[in-house]
């Protein structure tokens, strides 16, 4: 018979206490087999938890740097944009609430390279954004899992790129969670050697060639050293050849030829009732990718050019004598007779303000720049899509635009004051 632990009394075994202390007594051993399971049960689902929290934040891909989920596009461009914030005729109250539209949307935009630096906050990325009225730019944070793709970058390349609108301050906007897209436009080849002072460009079979397209451009030259025609290879950018002599203006290219057109003399000369204008000059045809002389004409005195309705004005220059002569003379004439049906004549062609190409839907076309107050009027390219929209601008490294031709096959060719280039569109 069972006894009471404290006071020894004996108890029965139906009892649930003590008789003589009233002690409560606990009858019969635990179930440890029902507490085995019960604690089981409160362990695996632990388990499991722990092992759903592991695998999400360490075997789940994350998002790209730079992407943010679930975040409203802007469809808007960086030239754009600054346009609308940075319009002078604003106060700080209307840009302040002119940009609440636009705060913590994500962009995707093309621009021109500026500088690359680090700071507490990631690497800092400037990209030139050229307006009209004002030199603006783009202020781009990346993280440090973008690091390699900026060390493939150059100062002046044209990059697309990601990022979500986080404030903007005097000329500057800027993103954050910044991603490299890719280049805009890739450089194919670039030549810094050749003299592109006060030239425009024609292109050939083989060749780009560069030259004056105008009587003043020819003689006249920058600091008393006059320029001459050059050729540079289309598919490398190496120079070809130089032409010689100076003075000469670049009329155009075609049949592998490059024609030039050197003036000699020019003499104003009147008759009653009719006016005319006598002159000597040489017509040459070089080889595009030799530049020996294919075929000479020499133009005597009794070759004259008319004048004509709407082509020579009142007070003519020699540059509008020359132009006149060249399109509705015995020049073109000439060229045409010895050349083919392939010629492209540079002088006609529209000035820099006034270039428009268009290729796959986006017409490419120069566009006026001021950098700091200063700079090359309309020195810039500007690529606008169907809708009217800029999607980009181009300054080549702020050394201004001087002339540009867009291919058939999307080559872009480009001459600026530090050189010529081809791209990749």
């Known amino acids: 018979m069972p006894t009471c632990p404290i006071c020894g009394s004996e108890i029965k075994e139906a009892a649930g206490f003590c008789p003589r202390c009233w002690r409560r007594l606990v009858t019969g051993e635990p179930a440890k087999e029902k507490n085995k399971k019960r604690l089981v049960a409160i362990i695996l689902p632990c388990v499991a938890a722990i092992i759903v929290a592991v695998l999400l934040t360490t075997h789940l891909l994350p998002l790209p740097s730079g992407h943010v989920a679930e975040i409203e596009y802007a469809a808007i461009s960086a030239h754009d944009l600054g346009e609308k914030i940075f319009n002078p005729q604003l106060t700080d109250l209307q840009r302040q609430d002119l940009w609440k539209d636009y705060e913590g949307k994500r962009v995707e935009w093309a621009g021109e390279l500026g500088s690359v630096s680090a700071d507490w906050a990631g690497l800092a990325v400037c990209f030139l954004n050229p307006l009209d009225f004002a030199r603006t730019d783009v202020l781009a944070v990346f993280d440090e899992s973008q690091r390699l793709s900026l060390l493939e970058l150059s100062e002046g390349d044209l990059v697309t790129y990601t990022g979500v609108l986080a404030g903007f301050e005097q ?46 451009d020819a003689v006249v030259g920058t600091n008393h050293v006059l320029p001459k025609i050059a050729a540079i290879d289309k598919e490398t950018g190496q120079l070809l050849w130089r032409e010689e002599s100076t003075g000469s203006i670049l009329v155009g290219t075609g049949s592998r030829y490059v024609y030039t057109w050197h003036p000699t003399k020019i003499v104003p000369m009147s008759a009653p009732d009719y006016l005319w204008y006598w002159y000597s000059s040489d017509i040459v045809a070089l080889d595009e990718v030799s530049g020996q002389a294919g075929w000479d004409f020499y133009l005597s005195g009794d070759t004259h050019c008319e004048s004509q309705i709407g082509c020579l004005p009142e007070e ?48 490419y076309q120069s566009a006026c720049a001021v950098y700091g107050g200063s700079g090359t009027a309309c ?16 300054t080549f490294q702020d050394a201004g635009m001087t002339d540009f031709f867009v291919a058939d096959d999307g080559i872009l060719y480009v001459s600026t004051a530090n050189g010529v280039g081809a791209f990749e569109l």
């Open 316 to 363: 003519w220059s020699e540059s509008d004598f020359v132009d006149c002569c060249i399109l509705q003379g015995g020049v073109k004439e000439k060229i045409t007779d010895e050349g083919g049906p392939d010629l492209t004549f540079l002088v006609g062609k529209p000035p820099l303000s006034e270039l428009s190409y268009e290729y796959q839907g986006v017409i």
């Open 171 to 216: 000329s500057r906007i800027r993103l954050t969670h910044c991603t490299i897209v890719g280049q805009a436009i890739v450089p194919l080849w670039w030549d810094d050697d050749v003299d592109t002072l006060d030239k425009r460009l024609v292109i050939g079979e083989e060749a780009v060639c560069l030259g004056p397209s105008t009587y003043d």
């Open 379 to 394: 020195g810039a390219l500007q690529a606008i899509d169907q809708r009217g929209d800029v999607l980009w601008i181009m």
